[in-house]
Nanobody, 119 residues
Framework: QVQVLESGGGLVQPGGSLRLSCAAS????????MGWYRQIPGKQRELVAD???????NYVDSVKGRFTISRVNSQNAVYLQMNNLKEEDTAVYYC?????????????WGQGTQVSVSS
């Protein structure tokens, strides 16, 4: 059984910061890719950022320069530091643990955490 648990969402004003945390536990000794996705009601889930076990990071253009993804391999943990938040960043953020690196269909998912950016 694999569990993926996120934390760190909340309400913040535009220009503020939040840090999301995620840890995967269970029978997965190594995870090749870990990442963060987000979803707005009525829209498809989109990749925000992901990072390989070797530390190679990938970001959607809209968050480059504002968000930073990092991970601790020994803990199967991934983090998303979000700075200079904008109202359009409001969404439910999901953590994905992709052991084989084959994409969303092969990932284990967290339950999601709400990020709301509003004045």
């Amino acid at each position: 059984q694999v569990q993926v648990l996120e934390s760190g969402g909340g309400l913040v004003q535009p220009g503020g910061s939040l840090r999301l945390s995620c840890a995967a536990s269970g029978s997965i000794p190594h995870i090749y890719v870990m990442g963060w996705y987000r979803q707005i009601p009525g829209k498809q889930r989109e990749l925000v950022a992901d990072i390989t076990r070797g530390g190679k990071a990938n970001y959607v253009d809209s968050v480059k320069g504002r968000f930073t993804i990092s991970r601790v391999n020994s803990q199967n943990a991934v983090y998303l530091q979000m700075n200079n938040l904008k109202e359009e960043d409001t969404a439910v953020y999901y953590c994905a643990a992709d052991p084989m690196g084959i994409g969303p269909d092969g990932a284990y998912w967290g339950q999601g955490t709400q990020v709301s950016v509003s004045s």
